[in-house]
């Protein structure tokens, strides 16, 4: 059988945010780059698909593919990264320092590649600026301005709100990242990150990557959004957001319940001593 229990799941999990940490700089770039450029074109589907008139739970279900292409294909992304470095930091595999490196890169590459998705694809559903997108173009406008502009229409309570839907929307994405280490067949893989990043989509929450494409898309097609009113309604609260649900929620629980426990019972008592020392405990 292919499954792979949680226990073994975090332990891979572990490795892989130490090999993560470890990529220079140009390449978590380009991995980060190419990650923003999967989740553009996935999220641009969504649009094809509502604007042929089909549900929006057609474009949940269909958005997850992006996501399995890039983590397949081992690209960076900066929300999965938010769950996988925290733990492996807890673990003791990696450096604050390194983590936060890993962070920053990535996010600027997921950025990167999602603008300039952004811009292809305005140029391409445009004809080169030579008409408005059609339904498309309307699609992203709308969608651009009720991220940016319905937040802002409520003050603080928007960014508030911006910052709890990018929690529920990477706790469910963090989940996926895991859920990449629990199968070793490639069917089963899909099919695990598949469920949870499903979820997320269909409830309509605030995912930072997806939303370096939209909003920029939106502000291409006319969208009257400034580049002030995309990062502080939207771009802000919701990487922190998604900052603190992958962290937290995800991987330091999962770190907590199946690898520090696991290792402190199955240490022997004076080992297991310098182990709660050295924890705080």
Not at 61 to 89: R, W
Not at 90 to 108: K, P, S
């Amino acid at each position: 059988m292919d499954y792979v229990v949680p226990s073994e799941v975090v332990s891979d999990a572990l490795n892989a945010a130490a090999k993560k940490a470890s990529l220079s700089a140009h390449d978590m770039l380009i991995r980060g780059a190419l990650a923003g450029v999967f989740l553009g074109y996935a999220t641009s589907l969504v649009f094809v698909a509502l604007s042929q008139g089909l549900p929006a739970l057609v474009g949940a279900i269909i958005f997850p593919v992006g996501f399995v292409m890039l983590v397949l294909l081992g690209f960076e992304l900066a929300t999965g990264n938010f769950a996988l470095l925290p733990a492996a930091l807890m673990d003791q595999r990696i450096t604050r320092g390194a983590m936060l490196r890993n962070w920053a890169w990535v996010y600027i590459g997921n950025l990167i590649g999602s603008v300039l998705y952004a811009l292809l694809f305005y140029l391409a559903i445009t004809s080169f600026g030579a008409n408005n997108g059609a339904a498309l173009g309307d699609q992203l406008r709308q969608v651009a301005e009720r991220k940016t502009l319905a937040f802002a229409a409520l003050g603080m309570s928007g960014w508030g709100t911006a910052f709890i839907k990018a929690v529920l929307c990477n706790w469910m994405v963090t989940v996926g990242t895991m859920l990449a280490f629990a199968s070793r067949s490639t069917i089963g893989k899909i099919a695990a990150m598949w469920l949870p990043i499903t979820i997320f989509f269909a409830h309509g929450y605030e995912h930072s990557i997806v939303n370096m494409f939209v909003i920029p898309a939106g502000m291409f097609l006319g969208a009257h959004v400034s580049m002030g009113q995309w990062w502080w309604w939207n771009q802000i609260p919701v990487t922190l957001g998604n900052m603190l649900a992958g962290a937290l929620f995800t991987g330091i629980a999962l770190w907590y319940t199946y690898a520090r426990k696991q290792e402190y019972v199955t240490r022997p008592s004076k080992a297991r001593s310098s182990v709660a020392v050295a924890a705080g405990d």
